[in-house]
Every structure is written in C-alpha cells, then in structure tokens.
C-alpha cells in the first residue's frame, strides 16, 4: 500500500482522542486521594495522638516530609514513564528523596548503637504495623495501576518499581506516626524493607500488570 493511501484510510478510521491529564496532574491526584486513607487508618487504628509529638521532633518532621517527596515523586516519574519520549531525568528524584529518609534514619541507628552498644541493635517483629500497612497500602496501589493502565506503559518493569516504590513511600509515612519517638534500628528493617519488598515484587509484577493494550480513546 502506498504511503499516502495508508495516510488517508487511518485518518478516515481514527476516533476522536482525549489527552489524558499531564503527569504532574495525575500524579497530585492519587496523592490527594491517598492521604486521606492514610489519615483514616492512623485515627482509627492508633486512636487519639498529640501532633504536636511530631512535629515537635525535627528529625520526625524531617522523614515524614522525606516520606512524603518521595512518593509523590516516585508517582510522578511513573506516570512520566508512560510517557513516550518524556524525560527520564524525573527517574532519579524518588531516589533522591528516598536516600534523604536512609540517611536520616541511619543517622539514628548509629546513634543508638554508640549509646546503648548491641542492645541498640536489637531486633523484634514489629506486628503493631502489619494492621495499620494492610489496611492503607491495598486501596493506593489499586488507584494507581489503574491510572498508569490509561499510559503507555512501554517499560513496566521501570513502571512498577517506581510505582511500588511511591505506595510504599505513602504506608511509611502513616506506619511512621505508630513509632513517634522511635528511630532505632525497628525502623531501619522493617520500614526501609518495606520499600524494597514493594520494589521487588513490583518489579516482578510490571510485566503481568501493565500490559499496554493501545487504548483507543487515551493518550498519555
């Protein structure tokens, strides 16, 4: 077929496109629609607590903004990765963000240990989180493959990382307001392991997930 017949039996057969919301929007959309699950988990399930707690304490203060950069971060650079051709420079911010939370916990880890010595590393099963992080991460995470379904999602892997990574930033940040007060290695494995964990299976789920099926009525 010659190329200008081509041209004009796809511009006879093409639909009407609607642009889809610019990564940004998209982004700032699942954080609005997220934070308030958080806020409802923590009241119910923790009760009545002293904000002032939290931001009375600056290295607090400190992570749960670290917490929050890197999801809505991390959630910006996975609607950019849907982006065919978009800037992947975006990529490195979550990571950024992220290295700001290590550093500020691992801060702390050291401190306990040149204080307390070995006891300073003890570890335990932190079950007062798993209630709290199986009731806020589920509903998030849902919303947002959901909206990165509507992209092109033409590298899920990336995708998924990225995304897991921008859930798993958003759990922290209400798992965090359970252990006011506590910066000690609990923290370090089971909260940092929780981004891994997320990281890790989202990187072996992309591929299943965010199978590009070409929408007809979206472009990313």
Same mark, same amino acid.
């Given at each position: 077929?010659?190329?200008?017949?081509? $041209?004009?039996?796809? &511009?006879?057969?093409?639909?009407?496109?609607?642009?889809?919301?610019? #990564?940004?929007?998209?982004?700032?959309?699942?954080?609005?629609?997220?934070?308030? $699950?958080?806020?409802?988990?923590?009241?119910?399930?923790?009760?009545?607590?002293?904000?002032?707690?939290?931001? !009375?304490?600056?290295?607090? +203060?400190?992570?749960?903004?670290?917490?929050?950069?890197?999801?809505?971060?991390?959630?910006?650079?996975?609607?950019?990765?849907?982006? #065919?051709?978009?800037? /992947?420079?975006?990529?490195?911010?979550?990571? *950024? *963000?992220?290295?700001?939370?290590?550093?500020?916990?691992?801060?702390?880890? @050291?401190?306990?240990?040149?204080?307390?010595?070995?006891?300073?590393?003890? $570890?335990?099963?932190?079950?007062?989180?798993?209630?709290?992080?199986?009731?806020? !991460?589920?509903?998030?995470?849902?919303?947002?493959?959901?909206?990165?379904? /509507?992209?092109?999602?033409?590298?899920?892997?990336?995708?998924?990382?990225?995304?897991?990574?921008?859930? *798993?930033?958003?759990?922290?940040?209400?798992?965090? +307001?359970?252990?006011?007060?506590?910066? &000690?290695?609990?923290?370090? @494995?089971?909260?940092?392991?929780?981004?891994?964990?997320?990281?890790?299976?989202?990187?072996?789920? !992309?591929?299943?997930?965010?199978?590009? /099926?070409?929408? *007809?009525?979206?472009?990313?």
């Amino acid at each position: 077929m010659k190329t200008d017949d081509l $041209i004009d039996e796809l &511009s006879e057969r093409a639909g009407p496109v609607k642009p889809l919301p610019p #990564p940004w929007m998209r982004a700032a959309l699942w954080l609005v629609l997220g934070l308030p $699950i958080v806020v409802a988990v923590i009241v119910v399930h923790k009760g009545a607590f002293d904000p002032v707690m939290i931001t !009375g304490d600056a290295r607090m +203060v400190v992570e749960e903004l670290a917490l929050l950069v890197t999801a809505a971060s991390a959630a910006l650079a996975a609607f950019q990765s849907t982006v #065919p051709g978009a800037s /992947r420079r975006w990529f490195w911010v979550p990571f *950024a *963000a992220l290295a700001l939370w290590l550093a500020t916990v691992g801060q702390a880890c @050291v401190e306990d240990f040149l204080r307390l010595g070995l006891d300073g590393l003890s $570890i335990r099963l932190d079950s007062d989180c798993v209630v709290p992080l199986l009731l806020i !991460g589920p509903l998030p995470a849902a919303m947002l493959v959901v909206m990165l379904r /509507r992209g092109a999602p033409l590298a899920p892997r990336l995708t998924f990382v990225l995304a897991g990574i921008a859930v *798993a930033a958003l759990a922290n940040t209400g798992l965090r +307001v359970f252990h006011v007060g506590d910066v &000690s290695i609990m923290v370090l @494995v089971w909260h940092v392991g929780l981004v891994a964990v997320f990281a890790c299976v989202a990187a072996w789920l !992309g591929p299943i997930a965010l199978r590009w /099926r070409h929408p *007809a009525n979206a472009i990313a």
